[in-house]
């Protein structure tokens, strides 16, 4: 499910690389991994929870023609809940210079901006 997924990304796929360094297997290390799917048993959403570098790490993706629908706002919330049971303190995010949608997002969820590179910045957000 999670291959179809990610190979159905055309337009997302530039902002969602996760997989283009991994194999899709390394879900199987991941604290949670959710994939929402629609009426038709078609993926439209994939979200996940991993552990590296002594945080959590979240990412989401969203189906191309579904962006701007609430299902990435459902899928961090969904994660941001479950992580909300674990021992661990805030969870962070890397998200594109030019993805201003995905930023604002996570703004509103109460992420904050703790770095600018180039390409990327990173959010955070307190669970405690």
Same mark, same amino acid.
């Given at each position: 499910m999670?291959?179809?997924?990610? *190979?159905?990304?055309? +337009? =997302?796929?530039?902002?969602?690389?996760?997989?283009?360094k991994?194999?899709?297997?390394?879900?199987? #290390?991941?604290?949670?991994?959710?994939v929402?799917?629609?009426?038709?048993?078609?993926?439209?959403?994939?979200?996940?929870?991993?552990?590296?570098?002594?945080?959590?790490?979240?990412?989401?993706?969203?189906?191309? *023609?579904?962006?701007? +629908? =609430?299902?990435?706002?459902?899928?961090?919330?969904?994660l941001?809940?479950?992580?909300?049971?674990t #021992?661990?303190?805030?969870?962070?995010l890397?998200?594109?210079?030019?993805?201003?949608?995905?930023?604002k997002?996570?703004?509103?969820?109460g992420?904050?901006?703790?770095?600018?590179?180039?390409?990327?910045?990173?959010?955070?957000?307190?669970?405690?």
């Amino acid at each position: 499910m999670v291959s179809t997924f990610i *190979n159905n990304l055309v +337009k =997302g796929a530039h902002h969602f690389r996760y997989f283009n360094k991994r194999p899709v297997s390394a879900i199987q #290390n991941h604290l949670l991994t959710i994939v929402v799917i629609d009426r038709t048993g078609c993926p439209i959403g994939y979200g996940h929870l991993e552990k590296g570098d002594g945080a959590i790490w979240l990412g989401i993706a969203v189906a191309d *023609n579904l962006t701007g +629908k =609430g299902i990435g706002r459902m899928i961090m919330h969904y994660l941001i809940d479950f992580a909300k049971g674990t #021992n661990e303190t805030s969870i962070w995010l890397s998200v594109d210079v030019d993805n201003h949608t995905a930023q604002k997002l996570y703004k509103s969820a109460g992420f904050e901006k703790i770095k600018e590179l180039p390409e990327n910045m990173i959010f955070k957000f307190a669970l405690k």
